[in-house]
Every structure is written in structure tokens, then in C-alpha cells.
């Protein structure tokens, strides 16, 4: 249906959440707040699969990288503010009136700003530019894209198919590792609460660097397969430092391998993004980049419960070791991958 309907419908869902969750304060209306949160949850997937497609269908072929990785920039920028805002906005000690007044101060400042955001999407959001920017965009445009089809069409791609393991095994261990991070933290530091959420924060804010890098990098080189296998064995010697600072006793440096770790792991998200629309085209971008989430989405939640249920039973340094061995895995995977650039073809061929 077009980007503009795509965005349109995330941005009114995330709204009309954000309301829902302003009216859910009070201590019996508990389930509004899980109604509102699951409605913001569905249209998340509408804004996930944006970058790569809107990269592709407004940007030229020297500045489609960049423009996905901005994309994917934003989505880890609202992460971040929310390891940072909540913990100053809502206070963890106080009466229940006290806290009650600073969530609903919190909520109504979300529903405030994605009021303004649906309006701002409303006016002004285009579903494409008036002449398609590359000869690559304008063969995608041109073409009827039947979803049934395109999804069999992936499903058959070798290269598709190794990408969706080795992108689900990467972004599944980084989900696990941010979900349990607290756990992780205050086991050697006990008290630094806070600590563990800055620490999050840091390799979010990390990760938005190492994505608009890597974006950049993308656009110069157009060397997909060599930089997804450097940023993929990068991110192997992140979490291996990261697994062997955790105890060393100073939680600086746990802050400084974190930096390492969330650079290359989450700076990994445009690069598979960029390199799945290569090897797919010219299947549509949202096709490609939503079957990447939802794979993920189920990586991630069967890493977070192999991840817990390892933290329990054998310490978080097996549990760490773990997370290693299945980022080395996804390192030989990608290797395995062959760089077939399709979409490039079609632009050097016009």
C-alpha cells in the first residue's frame, strides 16, 4: 500500500497507545496500561520496516546506505531515551500519589509528542518523490509486487535464508544482553541500579554511532559482504572482551567494553538491512526488512530465555560464553553468504 499508508497507520497506533496509557494511572486500571502498550507494540512493526524501503524509494544509489542507517538511527535514538527519560521523570522511591503523578506527567508527554508527530505525518509524509532517484528504484517502482509471490520468491533465496540465521543469531544475542543487562551488572556491583541503566544507554548510543558509520562506509565502498563480515566478527571480539570485564571489579571499564560491544553489534542493524535488499532485489524493500524483524523478534526471545534460564543454572560467564559461540557461529554463516549485489547490477547496468 505505499509508505505513506504504512507510516500513517504506525504513527496513529503509537498514538492512540500513548492516550490509552495516559488514562491508566490509577492502580485498578493496570490492563489499560498492557491494552495501550500492546497497541504501541502492533505499530511498531509498521515504523520498523521503514528505513530500507524509504532509503530506497527517496535516496540515489551513493546515499541509499546512509539514509537507511539514519533511519535505523532513529529507532535506537527512542530506545535510548527510554533507558534515560523514565528513571529522571518517574522516581523509584515516594508515595504511590507521588509516583502516580510522575507516570502520568511521563505519559503525557509521549502522547503529547506523537500527537504531533501523526499531525506533522499527516501533512507533510509523501509515499515517493515526483521522478524515482536511481535506475534502480525506477525498475522497483515499475514492477507489480505480488506479497504472496515475493515471500516464496525469499524463502527460496540461499543467500536470503543464510542472512536471516546470521542477522537473527546477531541482533537475538544483543536483545538478550540488553534485556538481562541489569541482572548482569548488579551481580558483581550491587546497588548500581542506575550504573546498569546508563550502561544500556551507552551501548544504544554506541550502536547509533556504529550505524551511521557503517552507513557511510556502505555508500564509499558498496562492499556489502566485507563489511557485514567485519562488523559481524567485530561484534564476536566485542562480547568476548565484554564477558571477561564484567568482573574485573571497576565498573568503568564495564562501561568501556560496553561502548565495544553495543558499536558493532548494533551497528550491525542498516548493514543487514542494506545487504538483504541487495541480495533480494528487486523484491520490495518492506518485504525484505520485515521478514528480517520478525525473524529476529524470534531469535531474540528464545536467546533471552536460553540466556536466563543459563544465568541461573551456570553463572553469567558460561552464559556470556554461550552468547560468543552463537555470534561465532553467525560469523562463519555470513561467510558462507555470496555476494550476489543485485540491486548494484541493475544500477551499473543503466
Given at each position: 500500500?505505499?509508505?505513506?499508508?504504512?507510516?500513517?497507520?504506525?504513527?496513529?497506533?503509537?498514538?492512540?497507545?500513548?492516550?490509552?496509557?495516559?488514562?491508566?494511572?490509577?492502580?485498578?486500571?493496570?490492563?489499560?496500561?498492557?491494552?495501550?502498550?500492546?497497541?504501541?507494540a502492533?505499530?511498531?512493526?509498521?515504523?520498523?520496516?521503514?528505513?530500507?524501503?524509504?532509503?530506497?524509494?527517496?535516496?540515489?544509489?551513493?546515499?541509499?546506505?546512509?539514509?537507511?542507517?539514519?533511519?535505523?538511527?532513529?529507532?535506537?535514538?527512542?530506545?535510548?531515551?527510554?533507558?534515560?527519560?523514565?528513571?529522571?521523570?518517574?522516581?523509584?522511591?515516594?508515595?504511590?500519589?507521588?509516583?502516580?503523578?510522575?507516570?502520568?506527567?511521563?505519559?503525557?508527554?509521549?502522547?503529547?509528542?506523537?500527537?504531533?508527530?501523526?499531525?506533522?505525518?499527516?501533512?507533510?509524509?509523501k509515499?515517493?518523490?515526483?521522478?524515482?532517484?536511481?535506475?534502480?528504484?525506477?525498475?522497483?517502482?515499475?514492477l507489480?509486487?505480488?506479497?504472496?509471490?515475493?515471500?516464496?520468491?525469499?524463502?527460496?533465496?540461499?543467500?536470503?535464508?543464510?542472512?536471516?540465521?546470521?542477522?537473527?543469531?546477531?541482533?537475538?544475542?544483543?536483545?538478550?544482553?540488553?534485556?538481562?543487562?541489569?541482572?548482569?551488572?548488579?551481580?558483581?556491583?550491587?546497588?548500581?541500579?542506575?550504573?546498569?541503566g546508563?550502561?544500556?544507554?551507552?551501548?544504544?548510543?554506541?550502536?547509533?554511532v556504529?550505524?551511521?558509520?557503517?552507513?557511510?562506509?556502505?555508500?564509499?565502498?558498496?562492499?556489502?559482504?566485507?563489511?557485514?563480515?567485519?562488523?559481524y566478527?567485530?561484534?564476536?571480539?566485542?562480547?568476548?572482551?565484554?564477558?571477561?570485564?564484567?568482573?574485573?571489579?571497576?565498573?568503568?571499564?564495564?562501561?568501556?567494553?560496553?561502548?565495544?560491544?553495543?558499536?558493532?553489534?548494533?551497528?550491525?542493524?542498516?548493514?543487514?538491512?542494506?545487504?538483504?535488499?541487495?541480495?533480494?532485489y528487486?523484491?520490495?524493500?518492506?518485504?525484505?526488512s520485515?521478514?528480517?524483524?520478525?525473524?529476529?523478534?524470534?531469535?531474540?526471545?528464545?536467546?533471552?530465555?536460553?540466556?536466563?534460564?543459563?544465568?541461573?543454572?551456570?553463572?553469567?560467564?558460561?552464559?556470556?560464553?554461550?552468547?560468543?559461540?552463537?555470534?561465532?557461529?553467525?560469523?562463519?554463516?555470513?561467510?558462507?553468504?555470496?555476494?550476489?549485489?543485485?540491486?548494484?547490477?541493475?544500477?551499473?547496468?543503466?
Amino acid at each position: 500500500m505505499g509508505l505513506r499508508i504504512t507510516t500513517i497507520i504506525g504513527s496513529f497506533g503509537t498514538c492512540a497507545g500513548a492516550w490509552l496509557k495516559v488514562f491508566s494511572v490509577p492502580q485498578d486500571m493496570f490492563w489499560l496500561g498492557f491494552v495501550g502498550q500492546t497497541v504501541v507494540a502492533v505499530s511498531q512493526v509498521f515504523i520498523l520496516n521503514v528505513p530500507p524501503r524509504l532509503a530506497a524509494v527517496w535516496f540515489g544509489a551513493d546515499q541509499v546506505s546512509s539514509a537507511c542507517s539514519i533511519g535505523v538511527f532513529g529507532n535506537q535514538l527512542g530506545v535510548a531515551l527510554g533507558f534515560l527519560l523514565p528513571p529522571m521523570i518517574v522516581r523509584a522511591q515516594g508515595t504511590v500519589e507521588e509516583i502516580g503523578a510522575d507516570l502520568q506527567l511521563m505519559f503525557y508527554l509521549v502522547a503529547g509528542i506523537t500527537s504531533v508527530l501523526f499531525v506533522f505525518i499527516l501533512l507533510f509524509f509523501k509515499a515517493a518523490p515526483p521522478s524515482p532517484p536511481s535506475a534502480a528504484a525506477d525498475f522497483g517502482s515499475s514492477l507489480d509486487s505480488n506479497f504472496l509471490q515475493s515471500i516464496k520468491k525469499l524463502l527460496m533465496n540461499r543467500n536470503y535464508i543464510l542472512l536471516l540465521i546470521s542477522y537473527g543469531l546477531n541482533v537475538g544475542v544483543f536483545y538478550a544482553i540488553s534485556t538481562l543487562l541489569n541482572e548482569l551488572v548488579l551481580t558483581y556491583y550491587p546497588g548500581a541500579n542506575e550504573d546498569a541503566g546508563r550502561i544500556g544507554l551507552v551501548i544504544v548510543v554506541a550502536g547509533m554511532v556504529g550505524s551511521v558509520v557503517c552507513g557511510l562506509i556502505l555508500d564509499k565502498t558498496h562492499r556489502f559482504k566485507e563489511t557485514t563480515l567485519a562488523v559481524y566478527a567485530a561484534s564476536v571480539v566485542g562480547m568476548i572482551i565484554f564477558t571477561f570485564t564484567l568482573d574485573c571489579g571497576y565498573i568503568g571499564v564495564v562501561y568501556f567494553s560496553s561502548i565495544i560491544l553495543g558499536f558493532f553489534m548494533a551497528g550491525y542493524l542498516p548493514v543487514g538491512f542494506e545487504f538483504a535488499s541487495e541480495v533480494t532485489y528487486p523484491e520490495p524493500e518492506g518485504t525484505t526488512s520485515g521478514i528480517l524483524n520478525a525473524c529476529v523478534q524470534i531469535f531474540g526471545i528464545l536467546l533471552t530465555l536460553l540466556f536466563e534460564w543459563m544465568l541461573g543454572a551456570v553463572g553469567d560467564r558460561w552464559a556470556n560464553l554461550a552468547m560468543c559461540a552463537l555470534l561465532a557461529l553467525g560469523t562463519a554463516v555470513t561467510a558462507a553468504i555470496r555476494s550476489d549485489l543485485r540491486r548494484q547490477a541493475a544500477q551499473n547496468k543503466e
